[in-house]
């Protein structure tokens, strides 16, 4: 008897919330570094925008890559960085840095290499 009425007790209640998940303890444990960096290139673009970035001329533009290109062809790609930096091209900035991530110094030609 006491079975049915604890029977009609239960049936009379609607079901139970599930409990909600437990939050990750892991969603803040990395970092995505090349979020970071496309934020911070467009926020460094923002503040040296205007009057703080010298127009160039297509010949200044060729001769800066060329300079910044053989920088980091001798593997010096913290350094081709920077000048790009310095200078204001930004798209040399992300093409300098796709390359280095790319191609590690071993895997340059023997002339490339630095000494």
């Not at 300079?67 to 798209?91: H, M, N, P, S």
């Amino acid at each position: 008897m006491h079975f049915l009425l604890l029977l009609a007790a239960s049936l009379g209640q609607p079901p139970a919330a599930p409990p909600s998940p437990e939050p990750s303890r892991f969603g803040t444990l990395f970092t995505d570094w090349q979020a970071a960096n496309q934020e911070a290139l467009e926020q460094e673009r923002d503040r040296n925008a205007g009057a703080n970035a010298p127009a160039r001329t297509v010949a200044q533009a060729e001769a800066l890559g060329d300079r910044v290109g053989r920088i980091v062809a001798e593997g010096a790609c913290e350094e081709g960085e920077r000048i790009a930096r310095e200078a204001g091209d930004f798209a040399l900035v992300r093409a300098v840095q796709e390359h280095c991530r790319r191609v590690s110094v071993s895997e340059l030609p023997a002339w490339a290499q630095p000494q």
